[in-house]
């Protein structure tokens, strides 16, 4: 028990804590200058009162100190490295943003706690950072004169230096220490009693610190919506891999496998066979850039600084044609069908189309038997239909692959995209030898 008691004596870390606290004492005297005007301008006043309005003043400006946003990031820097407490840094957060192809993400509603803008935003609580800077500097001020009092003591009493006496009196009974074995252990509890204030002092600090300097119900609040957002983009943007790169290595397995058997029979087919892994290759590099780009961005931001990933890439049902093509070339036949007015449908909903149909294509490319693949979509006045419907079973064509590794992420990443934009979806056998993906949007057409 004596040992454990002993041990907040021995560790670095009561003195660097105490260290900061005399420093805050120390940082608040050239304030006690400017507090000190009022006193001199009002000389007529009784003392106590002088003593009690320098005191108010004083307290004032350190608050209003306290105010400043660096303050509390150069504090609760201070306190990490220090005071060993675990507290967030500071963070603004950022204003909800949208999704291009899965609508809001981790919006934040105007007026709710987490709005930056609302006024029980993270600035409400504000004049938390000014109190604890006010008990920072008081215990500056008590620890140090204290712990002070405490050293010149224990320096100056041991053989009568300084012809230093102490005279203690307790309960009527007095006693003075003169020299000898007793001011030697005097001086010894002196000590002893000055590591105790140290360890007063820090423990006060790091009781404060979380309540005072760390995130407010508010800041938790948004710092929950700000996670969940940063979690929401990275779940879309595994999507977005997902849909262009597990798309362009399927087709481009296909093409390769069907450019190797008609390189000697059929050269012109092989040719064109190639220019589509190129322009697929193209396409997913851009996929794959934008996104690099964006998880770049986040952590540019993370460390204070800005980097633009880009503007994303914007394939919409206009680029279905292209789409169409580079599965051809894999020796799919392709079989299309558009109905109403596709292209009067924008936005949003068109690059969410697009990435769908890309799936259903991908997925009718891997695990289909080789038969035709019929794509239809049907923009009508209140809904976007779309279907692809594939073969199954069978053996395989030649020149394709056996089988694909399956991540099992498509459909559900699929069922996710559409839920985002309150749609249905409907996949799964058609019939014998069949299978169907059918998915409607509600939509409304652009003029």
């Known amino acids: 028990m004596m040992i454990k008691a002993l041990r907040p004596l021995l560790r670095r870390s009561t003195y660097t804590g105490a260290l900061f606290a005399y420093s805050a004492a120390l940082a608040s005297l050239p304030l006690l200058s400017f507090a000190l005007l009022p006193a001199l301008a009002w000389r007529s006043a009784p003392e106590g009162v002088l003593f009690v309005v320098v005191l108010v003043v004083w307290a004032a400006l350190i608050a209003l100190v306290g105010l400043a946003r ?7 820097l201070a306190a990490r490295r220090l005071l060993h407490v675990v507290l967030p840094e500071p963070s603004a957060v950022r204003p909800p943003t949208t999704s291009p192809d899965a609508g809001p993400v981790a919006a934040v509603p105007a007026g709710s706690p987490a709005s930056p803008g609302s006024p029980a935003s993270p600035a409400s609580g504000r004049w938390r950072t ?31 230096w300084l012809s230093a006496e102490l005279a203690l009196s307790l309960f009527g009974r007095s006693a003075r220490v003169t020299g000898g074995w007793q001011s030697w252990a005097v001086a010894l509890a002196c000590l002893l009693l000055a590591a105790v204030v140290c360890v007063l002092v820090t423990r006060a600090l790091r009781w404060s610190a979380p309540r005072l300097l760390g995130p407010s119900t508010a800041e938790r609040l948004a710092l929950a919506a700000d996670r969940e957002r940063r979690l929401a983009e990275r779940n879309r943007l595994a999507h977005e891999l997902h849909d262009s790169i597990g798309h362009t290595l399927t087709t481009t397995t296909i093409q390769a496998a069907v450019a190797g058997e008609l390189m000697s029979t059929d050269p012109a087919a092989a040719r064109a066979a190639l220019r589509s892994i190129e322009e697929s290759a193209r ?5 794959l850039d934008y996104v690099l780009g964006v998880l770049r961005e986040r952590e540019t931001e993370t460390a204070g600084t800005a980097e633009s990933a880009g503007a994303a890439p914007t ?34 909903l068109s690059r969410a189309a697009y990435r769908i149909l890309q799936e259903g294509l991908t997925n009718a490319v891997r695990h289909g038997s080789g038969g035709p693949i019929a794509v239809r979509v049907t923009a009508g006045p209140d809904a976007l239909e779309l279907d692809v419907v594939n073969e199954t079973g069978g053996a395989p064509r030649t020149g394709r692959p056996r089988a694909f590794p399956t991540s099992g992420h498509g459909l559900p990443g699929l069922a996710e995209r559409v839920r985002l934009l309150h749609g249905e979806i409907d996949a799964g056998p058609d019939g014998p030898r069949r299978w169907r993906l059918a998915v409607r949007l509600p939509v409304r057409l652009s003029a």
């Open 70 to 76: 660096t303050t509390r990031r150069v504090l609760v």
């Open 315 to 348: 394939r919409t049902l206009a680029d279905l044609p292209e789409l169409l093509e580079r599965v051809r070339h894999t020796g799919a036949v392709v079989e299309w069908e558009l109905s109403g007015e596709p292209t009067r449908v924008r936005g949003t």
């Open 130 to 160: 000014p109190l604890w800077l006010l008990l920072h500097v008081t215990l500056g001020w008590t620890g140090a004169l204290a712990s002070g009092l405490l050293l010149f003591l224990a320096l100056a009493l041991p053989g009568g």
């Open 283 to 287: 396409a997913a590099l851009e996929d």
